[in-house]
């Protein structure tokens, strides 16, 4: 797929798929006290020695059975625009990982759910995550 891709306006889906994330939010703190920050949920559902892999392992159930669940009753994929050079996308996934654990958290645990708890530690995240996105889409939209 060219990285010329644009992406369609979807504010409806946008706006559900908003208010489920948050709603996982709530859920998860509420029911457990964690922040559902992906890299922590998965993290702690891979050993499977600790006392709560349980939910950890159905959070993520639940990020894989999502999409299926849409393909199910609207007949349609979910549509992702992400390259197809698999030595990029391993490369990026492993930037994320090593920011993940330098930034002791990911977009999800500091950016829905450290800014809702006012936390000036995810602010800062945040402003990186989006400062280094904003850089990584000038390079490869228009100088590379």
Known sequence: MP???????TP???????VLIGLSAVLVMALFGRI??????TTGALPMRRDDWDWRLAFVAGLIAAPL???????TPVRQTVPTDLLAMAIAGLLVGFGTVMGSGCTSGH??????RLSPRSLVAVLTFMATAFVTVLVLRHII
């Open 36 to 41: 559902a920050g992906i890299s922590g949920i």
């Open 111 to 116: 950016g829905v759910c450290g800014l809702a």
């Open 12 to 18: 409806l889906a946008s706006t559900l798929g908003g």
């Open 69 to 75: 669940l849409v393909l199910a009753i609207t007949g």
């Open 3 to 9: 990285l010329e891709t644009v992406t369609p306006f």
